[in-house]
């Protein structure tokens, strides 16, 4: 009899290399009602973190891109406050970031219209 135990992503699994420190770190507060898994893209809404959905995906973003959590965050209840995210400097696992929640026809300009706004902040996904 064979076992195989499949591990879920680790906090910080995505992330291929970062600035020295914690130069490339932020924190935040993630906004009542969201949910933020590790590798999640973010942006900024009146001031607290949303996950990013590439809905507004016309090639140019008008979403405010601000990185992508580390660990997983529930803040259905409240808002939770001290979630850290990647926002500058680093080079990232394609395959483990989750960009938007956008599918079907226009999932392929979200993808472009998120990556983009990632690029601007120095975020490379490999």
């Given amino acids: 009899m064979t076992i195989v135990k ?4 680790h906090r910080g699994e995505f992330l291929v290399s970062e600035a020295n420190g914690t130069l490339s770190r932020e924190v935040g507060t993630l906004s009542s009602g969201n949910v933020a898994k590790d590798g999640r893209v973010v942006k900024l809404v009146a001031g607290e973190l949303v996950p990013a959905t590439g809905s507004n995906a016309s090639g ?3 979403e405010a891109i601000v990185g992508i959590v580390l660990g997983d965050h529930d803040a259905t209840a409240a808002d939770l406050k001290g ?3 990647i926002g ?10 989750t960009l ?14 998120v990556t983009n706004a990632l690029k601007a902040l120095n975020i490379v996904l490999r």
């Avoid at 500058?88 to 970031?97: D, G, I, N, P, Q």
Wanted: glycine content about 12%; hydrophobic content about 45%; aromatic content about 2%.
């Fill in 6 to 9: 499949t591990e879920p992503q």
């Fill in 60 to 62: 140019v973003s008008d």
């Fill in 83 to 85: 979630v850290v995210y």
């Fill in 88 to 97: 500058r400097l680093a080079e990232v696992k394609a395959s483990a970031v």
């Fill in 100 to 113: 938007h929640g956008v599918s079907g026809g226009g999932a392929a300009a979200a993808t472009t219209a």
